[in-house]
Structure formats: structure tokens, C-alpha cells
């Protein structure tokens, strides 16, 4: 599948990361798309190698959207894991 393939399903894929991973609130519709354009991009490429590349480009289909969701997901809470390390805490004072 192309980049532009990719950006598309990405996109859908953060919107439906933001709804299948909880306590993320502060991200934003914008924000899970954008991390969702990116897992999917990262997604399709490790299932492009996983697979050898045959399934992943022939276009729109159930496989290249669970990939990107999963890429999405991946990320969101990546993306979650490192600002609540990076905070200033949150225990009692």
C-alpha cells in the first residue's frame, strides 16, 4: 500500500485508538490522529517486513486497518507512558 494509502488508514486509526485506549484525555481528536498517522505508518512498515510485503499493498482491507490500529494503539500508550514519567509527579505533598 502507498504512503498516501497509509496517512488515510493511520488517521481512522488514531480516531479509533482514542476511543479503545482509556486516561488519555489530554491528547486531543488532533493529537490521536496525528499518532495514529504515524502508528500506522510504523505498523504497515513492520508488517510490510513481517509479511514480506505481498498482503500490505494492495489497498484498503481489514488487515491494513487492524495493523494501523494496533500501530495507534502502541503508540498512544507509548506516548502516555512517557508523559507520566516526565511529569512533575502527581503523589501527595
Given at each position: 500500500?502507498?504512503i ?16 479503545l ?7 486531543g ?35 491494513t486497518?487492524?495493523v ?6 502502541v ?9 507520566s ?5 502527581g503523589?501527595?505533598?
Amino acid at each position: 500500500m502507498g504512503i498516501i494509502s497509509w496517512l488515510v488508514v493511520g488517521a481512522v486509526a488514531g480516531y479509533l485508538a482514542g476511543f479503545l485506549v482509556k486516561g488519555d484525555e489530554g491528547l486531543g481528536v488532533i493529537g490521536h490522529i496525528a499518532l495514529g498517522i504515524v502508528g500506522g505508518l510504523v505498523g504497515g512498515f513492520v508488517a510490510g517486513l513481517l509479511t514480506g510485503g505481498n498482503d500490505y499493498i494492495t489497498g484498503f482491507n481489514i488487515q491494513t486497518v487492524v495493523v494501523a490500529v494496533i500501530g495507534a494503539v502502541v503508540l498512544v500508550l507509548g506516548y502516555n507512558f512517557i508523559r507520566s514519567r516526565s511529569g512533575s509527579g502527581g503523589g501527595t505533598v
